[in-house]
Each structure stands twice: as structure tokens, then as C-alpha cells.
T-cell receptor, first 115, second 111 residues
Framework: NAGVTQTPKFQVLKTGQSMTLQCAQD?????MYWYRQDPGMGLRLIYY???????DKGEVPNGYNVSRLNKREFSLRLESAAPSQTSVYFC??????????????FGDGTRLSIL | SQQGEEDPQALSIQEGENATMNCSYK?????LQWYRQNSGRGLVHLIL?????REKHSGRLRVTLDTSKKSSSLLITASRAADTASYFC???????????FGKGTHLIIQP
């Protein structure tokens, strides 16, 4: 049982390059999330999708875009990468949105370095 | 930022001892959750306590919640080397907008 799968696991980019981080879940969850984790900062929410067809901004959305491709997949795009976006990116999913008292399931992260 | 705080930031104890870590948060919550993160891995959900609950147990884990003080604690009893990890509290304000995480406590269990 794969759970939440993120690709790639590691990536190095040059400033100004673009890339898309992929996330897929096989638990038939409705809600999906993208977080970034920086040293000493804990996890911060970038974007979320409460259900298929909807997306909303989180705490730190600037410089990112997302696409909820279908119920399984939720991608995060960096259009013009900046060194400040060097971080570990985590995708998560939950059966329904958090107000229903559901835990979130996390992938193992994408470690992204912007030079 | 609405991030909460865990206390202590780092904790080192001997195997078999109990580990207690605390969490404070800033807003009203619908529930509070604790997660574990092993080095280089994603977060794993440990336990969820609702805002109308005061204490909850799961195996060697005991969580308390004091909404009047906006604080929670996680107790791990009879610690094992495999408990070495970072522990995060996260709260949900009741909206469909993800979780707000604290900065974590790094726990080291000495064999």
C-alpha cells in the first residue's frame, strides 16, 4: 500500500528555472495539501485542495501554483525558482477536510535546492 | 504566523525513561494532533484529540489538552531507541484549510 507518493525525491534547480512537483495518493482521499518545511520553522501550508476541482491558498502561496488534476493527483509548480524556495516539500492527504477531525497522511517529501 | 511552539526544542533521555513534550497554540481549535517525523521521512500521525476532550491514550502515548491555556502535552512512556525522532503538534481551526504546525521537539533516546 503506497499511500502518498511524491516525485522526484531530490532536485537541484538554477534560479529562474521552472519545475513541477508531483503527488499522488491511492487512499481515495478527498483533500490534499502542499507544505514546505524549513529548518526551525516547522511545516507551513502552501496550497490545499479541499475536494476535487477546488484549490485555495495557504499561508505561503507566493511563487507557487497548483493543479488538482483528478481525485488522486495534486501537483505543485514553481514557475521561476528562487533561492528562497530551497526547502523540503511535503504533500499530504486526508479523507475529508480537517474540520472533520481526520488525520493527514504524508509523503516522504521532495528535497529541492535552488542555486 | 499562527505557528505554535513546542517545548523543549530538544530532549535527550535514557531508554526506558518517560519523555514529555509540550505544545502551545495561538488560535481556537477544532482538534489538536501529534505527528512523528523520522530523519529524512515524512510525518506520521500519532494521535488526535478533539477540543472537547481533556486526555487521550494510545499504547504508550498519553496526550492532554487544556484549551483554557491553549496548550497540549505528549507523554511517551517506557521510551525505546526507535522513538528517536522529531515530534510535532498541529492544530485545526475548524476550517478546511490544512493544519498549523509547531516547530517540533527533537527527541533522542540514548540506548
Amino acid at each position: 500500500n503506497a499511500g502518498v507518493t511524491q516525485t522526484p525525491k531530490f532536485q537541484v534547480l538554477k534560479t529562474g528555472q521552472s519545475m513541477t512537483l508531483q503527488c499522488a495518493q491511492d487512499m481515495n482521499h478527498n483533500s490534499m495539501y502542499w507544505y514546505r518545511q524549513d529548518p526551525g520553522m516547522g511545516l507551513r501550508l502552501i496550497y490545499y485542495s479541499a475536494s476535487e476541482g477546488t484549490t485555495d491558498k495557504g499561508e505561503v502561496p507566493n511563487g507557487y501554483n497548483v493543479s488538482r488534476l483528478n481525485k488522486r493527483e495534486f501537483s505543485l509548480r514553481l514557475e521561476s525558482a528562487a533561492p528562497s524556495q530551497t526547502s523540503v516539500y511535503f504533500c499530504a492527504s486526508s479523507e475529508v477536510a480537517t474540520f472533520s477531525n481526520q488525520p493527514q497522511h504524508f509523503g516522504d517529501g521532495t528535497r529541492l535546492s535552488i542555486l | 504566523s499562527q505557528q505554535g511552539e513546542e517545548d523543549p526544542q530538544a530532549l535527550s533521555i535514557q531508554e526506558g525513561e518517560n519523555a514529555t513534550m509540550n505544545c502551545s497554540y495561538k488560535t481556537s481549535i477544532n482538534n489538536l494532533q501529534w505527528y512523528r517525523q523520522n530523519s529524512g521521512r515524512g510525518l506520521v500521525h500519532l494521535i488526535l484529540i478533539r477540543s472537547n476532550e481533556r486526555e487521550k491514550h494510545s499504547g504508550r502515548l498519553r496526550v492532554t489538552l487544556d484549551t483554557s491555556k491553549k496548550s497540549s502535552s505528549l507523554l511517551i512512556t517506557a521510551s525505546r531507541a526507535a522513538d528517536t525522532a522529531s515530534y510535532f503538534c498541529a492544530n485545526s481551526g475548524g476550517g478546511a484549510d490544512g493544519l498549523t504546525f509547531g516547530k517540533g521537539t527533537h527527541l533522542i533516546i540514548q540506548p
